[in-house]
């Protein structure tokens, strides 16, 4: 079998794929893709963040619509169906397969589509859903195959009424009422989407409190802020059973609690896309959850094959992965960089309203005993909150009580995916310091306000 030579054969066309191809590509290396979907995108574009996203836009214009009552007039839109609301992403997929498309286009990458297996260290089998297998070979491999919802094999999700996060965006009823077993990143945000559908949630969460990851004060604002909405949270409780009937499913909880819905949404962990690579002809091996173990430069035990996105495990942020593959191929090029940083990573979770964060908690800070500060700005004090009427949530800097540096920034409102970057970029500069927010000027009236709001509440407080 005839054997295609690359610098670079990148498995998977998300965004850690991407990011790995195109600064290949743009250090002038050989370089092909292999995706296994007809498209380009991953399960990013395809089934996961931007049809999600899209989604819970469209469920966010609905919930503005219906309390505005400048807009009382269009009620009729505000009986738009969860099928109807799905079909708003459709466009979105498009634009963004077309974008990427061209990228791949314009920087001559190959792609190969069909399932990627290894033959050897360097070779890759291709096989095409039609047609016969084919090979290529590079000098260096990624592995940027990304993850799926993870199944249990007691889960029958077959069922009509049993879905996982990739199939519930292909749901085609209008559920009234909905369970959702996970009450991580992905349970949260669809417990948002369908609250704001006017469903009755109940969100089981197998831990004692809502992403522990989070500084304490933004995840009980969440907390408190879904069970306003109506959502019911049930914490510390853990699978049994599932019955899956005609009209409706039960859940049955170790606790001997039941809870019936019309759907229930499994959003409890994912596993990487691992299974079919056949590692074991180069001598690697993944873990239970399909992960493959990499170095702080994403190296593999196989020193030339490299691991990104997904598939090595956290942070699982497409954001965080599109760098993750560029640092790979930057290694590859020059071994003496230094590793790759995590802590410069804002996270961005997308409930109603929005979380993101960046740097360090409180907890973390006293249990390190760290001398540190808290600065607040509540958004109901904000003019442009008041106008917008987005008036839930706050901004909240933490800063060094001696140093002035900000130590992170965390955000619960309406555009705190956005709202989080000015405190990046301080924090990222060689100036950081809180007082930047005090000697500076921001439009007014914006959200961006918040940032002198809360440094002033923080220095205030310094003794």
């Not at 009552?69 to 992403?89: G, I, V």
């Not at 990624?142 to 049993?162: K, L, Q």
């Not at 959850?289 to 990499?294: A, C, D, F, M, S």
């Not at 593959?325 to 290694?331: C, F, L, P, R, T």
Request: with cysteine; hydrophobic share 40%; net charge neutral.
């Amino acid at each position: 079998m005839a054997t295609e030579q690359f610098d670079l054969v990148v498995i998977g066309s998300g965004p850690a794929g991407e990011g790995a191809a195109l600064t290949a590509a743009k250090s002038h290396r050989s370089v092909a893709i292999v995706e296994r979907y007809f498209e380009v995108g991953g399960g990013c574009t395809h089934w996961g963040t931007i049809p999600s996203k899209a989604l819970r836009h469209a469920v966010k214009i609905l919930h503005d619509l219906r309390r505005n009552p400048l807009l009382r007039e269009f009620h009729d839109a505000s009986k738009l169906t969860y099928p109807q609301l799905l079909a708003s992403a459709g466009k979105v997929i498009e634009a963004q397969v077309a974008s990427r498309r061209r990228f791949y286009e314009r920087n001559r990458i190959p792609v190969f589509f069909g399932e990627a297996s290894f033959v050897d260290a360097n070779t890759l089998e291709i096989q095409p859903s039609t047609g016969k297998p084919t090979r290529i070979s590079g000098k260096n491999i990624v592995i940027a195959a990304g993850s799926r919802p993870y199944h249990p094999p007691e889960v029958d999700f077959s069922h009509e009424r049993i879905r996982d996060s990739d199939s519930i965006l292909r749901y085609d009823q209008h559920p009234f009422s909905v369970t959702i077993y996970g009450a991580g990143v992905i349970g949260c945000e669809y417990a948002s989407i369908f609250i704001n559908l006017g469903a009755k949630v109940t969100l089981v969460n197998t831990h004692d409190r809502l992403l522990s990851f989070l500084d304490d004060e933004i995840a009980e604002a969440l907390s408190y802020h879904l069970r306003e909405q109506g959502c019911v949270i049930r914490h510390n409780e853990q699978f049994k059973a599932l019955e899956a009937r005609e009209r409706d499913v039960v859940l049955h909880l170790e606790s001997g609690r039941k809870i019936k819905s019309d759907l229930l949404l499994w959003a409890n962990g994912r596993t990487g896309n691992s299974d079919k690579l056949k590692l074991d002809h180069v001598g690697l091996k993944a873990n239970s959850r399909g992960q493959i173990e990499v170095n702080q430069h994403y190296q593999t035990a196989v020193p030339h094959i490299y691991a990104v996105g997904d598939i090595v495990g956290p942070p699982a942020l497409a954001s965080a992965a599109y760098v993750q593959g560029s640092h790979a191929v930057q290694h590859m090029l020059d071994p003496s960089i230094p590793p790759h940083s995590t802590a410069t990573i804002p996270s961005g979770i997308y409930t109603i309203p929005e979380i993101s964060s960046i740097g360090r908690g409180e907890r973390e800070l006293q249990e390190a005993k760290v001398p540190y500060e808290v600065g607040h700005c509540s958004f109901k004090n904000l003019a442009r909150a008041q106008m917008t009427d987005e008036r839930v949530g706050m901004l909240k800097i933490i800063f060094h009580a001696e140093t002035m540096q900000v130590l992170g920034v965390h955000c619960f409102g309406d555009n705190a995916s956005e709202i989080v970057h000015i405190g990046q970029t301080v924090m990222a500069g060689p100036n950081n310091d809180i007082r930047y927010f005090t000697q500076t000027t921001f439009n007014y009236p914006t959200m961006a306000e918040a940032y002198r709001v809360a440094a002033y509440n923080g220095i205030n407080r310094l003794t």
